[in-house]
């Protein structure tokens, strides 16, 4: 495991332990996000399904898209919306 998603730790259990049914990420002042955020967002939307709700990622770049569509889960995501 490295070392930048042991330092998640506090965001990724947050984000994890949500009830909500539908949980919305702004991405609007988001300027990176590597495989340890792709992580943390299957994660987030596979918990959320297994409970029925759904995963709402807002104002999605069109690098951090780039992104995900190289690692091939750009479909995996209920709903993306651009900024």
Partial sequence: MNS????SGP???Y??????SIVTLDFCGVT??????VKLL????QGLRARGGRL???GIQPSQRRVL???????????MVPD
Avoid: K, N, P
């Fill in 4 to 7: 930048t998603w042991r330092q």
């Fill in 69 to 79: 569509e190289a690692v091939g889960v750009v479909d995996y995501f209920d709903s």
């Fill in 15 to 20: 984000l994890l332990g949500l009830d909500d």
């Fill in 32 to 37: 990176f996000i590597d495989s340890t955020g």
């Fill in 42 to 45: 299957m994660q987030l939307q």
């Fill in 56 to 58: 709402v990622l807002y």
């Fill in 11 to 13: 965001v990724r259990d």
